[in-house]
Nanobody, 118 residues
Framework: QVQLVESGGGLVQPGGSLRLYCTAS????????MAWYRQAPGKQRELVAA???????NYADSVKGRITISRDNAKNTVHLQMNNLKPRDTAVYYC????????????WGQGTQITVSS
């Protein structure tokens, strides 16, 4: 079973930057998508960004221009570069691997906390 391990979370001041890492226990080359989601207290989990096997990416409107997802198939890793962070970005961030385009054919990491506060 594929395992995903996230790292890179922490406390950052508004306007600061963080880089999240998600490393898979096996090759991600054939995975349909690698994505980052987040869940703030009392809110539903939402998509932040996704990187697809064909090279395309997708971003939530709330993070466009501030966050970049990149997928390194050679290292079985997906990164999330987050700049100009805002308090509303505070959440637990989860990495997800979608094995195919079929809903439910994926697995989640354990999550990493990001807190944006002065």
């Amino acid at each position: 079973q594929v395992q995903l391990v996230e790292s890179g979370g922490g406390l950052v001041q508004p306007g600061g930057s963080l880089r999240l890492y998600c490393t898979a226990s096996e090759s991600i080359f054939r995975f349909y998508a690698m994505a980052w989601y987040r869940q703030a207290p009392g809110k539903q989990r939402e998509l932040v960004a996704a990187a697809f096997s064909g090279g395309s990416t997708n971003y939530a409107d709330s993070v466009k221009g501030r966050i970049t997802i990149s997928r390194d198939n050679a290292k079985n890793t997906v990164h999330l570069q987050m700049n100009n962070l805002k308090p509303r970005d505070t959440a637990v961030y989860y990495c997800k691997a979608d094995f195919t385009a079929t809903p439910g054919s994926g697995t989640w990491g354990q999550g990493t906390q990001i807190t944006v506060s002065s």
